[in-house]
Every structure is written in structure tokens, then in C-alpha cells.
């Protein structure tokens, strides 16, 4: 029987009582040579039906990869990016997700759908996305620099990671200008002074004359270049503006909304650029027994879950992340492919999804 089996009979190496593979050995990887004479066919063959040069009709293929699959077979695709220069991998850094807990990421909307559209436009061409670390961080990852090109989201002041891709010559794409350099020619629009102006627009119209703006304090364009529209627009008396780290505590949103109702002219408006400061705000307006939207009319300026559970619920700029999304990929893609027939829908910038928090 299976139990009083001999201990000392031979068995042959890799395999149980019933000659099948034991989970956790490991046997000695299959090579393309093992591939070809399985299928009866030669190694170039084999080569190029995994890399797509040449040229091998379809009943062989399907020859060469059912012996690939029956003996575990795949190739190596690092030994084979290393000779054709490439690896088929877009890197994408989202830099505000620096220092963020990964829950912070995916409360807002725009990261995800972000990645989403642009892993689904890299793949359609045959790249994959991988998001990586900042690899100018200190003891961060350097797999980034593996990758074919870059995308960087949000670059700051002084970028170092830009400077980086710019002196080696990376191909890279930036979403929202270079504080340094606003004529970079690899730069998607965030249309950042069109979106303020909607918001602030909007705000007029629920009936609000005196809007404050609550904005972060990251050196990137959507902060900068929100903050200079607002004070283009706004007369100098009237103008009321916070900041507040990105990645404090949301309680600090509460405390903006203290310092605002300490005014001797409180605002009537808001807009709060980050969406846990914004829901904080809200919710200690509420607290306070202010009335929203009727005493304070409040814009988030990027979406996320937690402004749709709020209550009220907030009203939110969509930034369409996944037009801008699609849009980074394709712009890097023509660079790692010219000639790349590649075009993708320009995004509605600045769309508003109206809720309760200001709709008087």
C-alpha cells in the first residue's frame, strides 16, 4: 500500500508516487532547444514565433507554443529587451503619491482611473505600464530606470527625477508642466487656469460674492497655477487663501473652515482643492451650524468616494483622468515608436459633477 510503501525504493527525481511533478521541487528550466524538438520544428522557428520576426504560419505556431506551455516554457524577455534595446515596459511615477499611505491613493478617483487608461492604451500597442518609485528617492527602488520611458505625474520645483530623464535622454511624458520649464514639448495639459475658472464661475452663479480658496502646498502646477488664476480674478480685498499640506491630517481641513468663520467677513464660497480637506471642511461647517449650501457653497477640486458620502454631498471637479490618461501613454508611445498613427479624445476639462454642497 501508499503507506508501507519501501522508504528505499528508487524514485525517479522530481516526481511522486504517481510520477507527477511535486509542488515545491524544482525542476531544471526548459530551453528553446527542448521547445523545437518537441514541436519538430527548428530554434529560429521557435524564436520567431515568440518574438514576432520572421515569418511562421499559424498551425506551426500553435505547434510551437502548445510544446512551450507542455514543457513550461516562456522566454526571456529581459535577455531579449536587452538586445533589441527595449522591454516593452512604460514606467509611471505618480508623484503626489509620495510619502501617501496607499489608502490616500485610492480614495481619489483620479489615480486609478489615471493608471487604468493608460496601462489599457500601453497595452494596446504592446507595452505594459508598471508603476514605480521615484528612483531619484534616497534607498527607493531603481527599477524605473529599467523601464522604455517615464511618465511623471505632477512634476515640482526643481524636479530632480526630470532632470534626471532630460540629462540620460529618457523618453518621458509629463502630466501638468515643469514649474521650470513650461514650454517643455512633452507635456500633457492639465488645463488648470480653465478648471478655476469654471469653479469660480460656478460658485458666482449658486450666489456667492466672497470665495476663498483652500489649496495644498506641493510645488506643482495645479496648486501654482490655481493660485495665480484666483488672485488674476479676485480684487486684492477680497482675496482669502489657506494652505494645507496635502498629506496632513484631515482634521486640518477642519481648522481651515475655523480660521475662515473667524473672519470679520466670512466667505460665502469655497474651493478646496484636496477632497479630505474638503469633506473635513465640510463637515465642521456643519458642526458649527453653518448651512450648506445656503450660508457657505463649497467646490472640491478632484473627486473621490468620500465627497459622495459626505453630507451634504460635495460637488467636485472631475479632472478626467482617464482622457489624461490615455493621453501621457499615447504621447510617450509616439516617442518610443515614431511613425505611431496614435490619436486619442482631447478630455472636458474642468466638468463639473454638481451635489448638494453647492446647488442653493
Known amino acids: 500500500s501508499r503507506s508501507t510503501r519501501n522508504a528505499k525504493e528508487p524514485k525517479r527525481f522530481g516526481q511522486g508516487d504517481s510520477g507527477i511533478y511535486h509542488r515545491g521541487m524544482r525542476r531544471q528550466r526548459s530551453t528553446i532547444r527542448d521547445v523545437a524538438r518537441k514541436a519538430g520544428v527548428s530554434v529560429t522557428t521557435v524564436s520567431h514565433t515568440f518574438s514576432g520576426n520572421g515569418v511562421v504560419n499559424e498551425a506551426t505556431q500553435a505547434r510551437v507554443r502548445a510544446a512551450a506551455t507542455e514543457l513550461g516554457y516562456h522566454p526571456d524577455v529581459v535577455a531579449s529587451g536587452l538586445r533589441r534595446s527595449r522591454l516593452g515596459v512604460i514606467g509611471l511615477v ?8 496607499p489608502q490616500q491613493i485610492q480614495d481619489v478617483d483620479y489615480f486609478p482611473r489615471f493608471a487604468g487608461a493608460a496601462a489599457l492604451a500601453s497595452l494596446g500597442q504592446g507595452y505594459a505600464l508598471m508603476l514605480v518609485a521615484d528612483p531619484t528617492v534616497p534607498h527607493a527602488p531603481t527599477t524605473a530606470w529599467a523601464c522604455d520611458g517615464i511618465i511623471v505625474t505632477d512634476p515640482v520645483v526643481d524636479d530632480p527625477l526630470v532632470a534626471a530623464l532630460r540629462a540620460g535622454g529618457m523618453p518621458y511624458t509629463l502630466v501638468g508642466a515643469d514649474p521650470e520649464d513650461p514650454d517643455d514639448p512633452h507635456v500633457i495639459d492639465i488645463a488648470t487656469g ?11 452663479a449658486a450666489g456667492a460674492t466672497r470665495i476663498a480658496l483652500v489649496l495644498g502646498t506641493d510645488p506643482i502646477e495645479w496648486n501654482a ?9 479676485t480684487p486684492p480685498a477680497d482675496q482669502l487663501v489657506r494652505h494645507v ?3 496632513s491630517d484631515p ?11 473667524a473672519l470679520p467677513e466670512p466667505p460665502d464660497g ?13 463637515d465642521r461647517l456643519v458642526a458649527r451650524g453653518v448651512r450648506v449650501p445656503e450660508d457657505v457653497r463649497v467646490v472640491c477640486g478632484s473627486d473621490a468616494d468620500s465627497l459622495r458620502n459626505s453630507v451634504p454631498e460635495i460637488t467636485a471637479v472631475d479632472l478626467q483622468p ?5 493621453q501621457a501613454a499615447a504621447e510617450l508611445l509616439r516617442q518610443l515608436e515614431p511613425g505611431l498613427a496614435l490619436e486619442v479624445p ?14 442653493v
Do not use: K, N, W
Open 94 to 101: 505618480l508623484r503626489p503619491a509620495v510619502g501617501a499611505e
Open 270 to 282: 469655497v474651493y478646496c482643492m484636496t477632497s479630505d480637506h474638503a469633506r473635513a471642511l465640510v
Open 245 to 247: 499640506p496635502e498629506r
Open 322 to 326: 482617464q482622457a489624461l490618461g490615455r
Open 346 to 359: 482631447e478630455p472636458e476639462h474642468g466638468t463639473l459633477v454638481e451635489r448638494r454642497s453647492s446647488r
Open 194 to 204: 480653465p478648471i478655476t475658472d469654471r469653479v469660480l464661475d460656478h460658485l458666482a
Open 225 to 233: 497655477a490655481t493660485e495665480r488664476r484666483y488672485r488674476e480674478r
Open 251 to 261: 482634521s486640518e481641513g477642519a481648522a481651515a473652515a475655523d480660521e475662515l468663520l
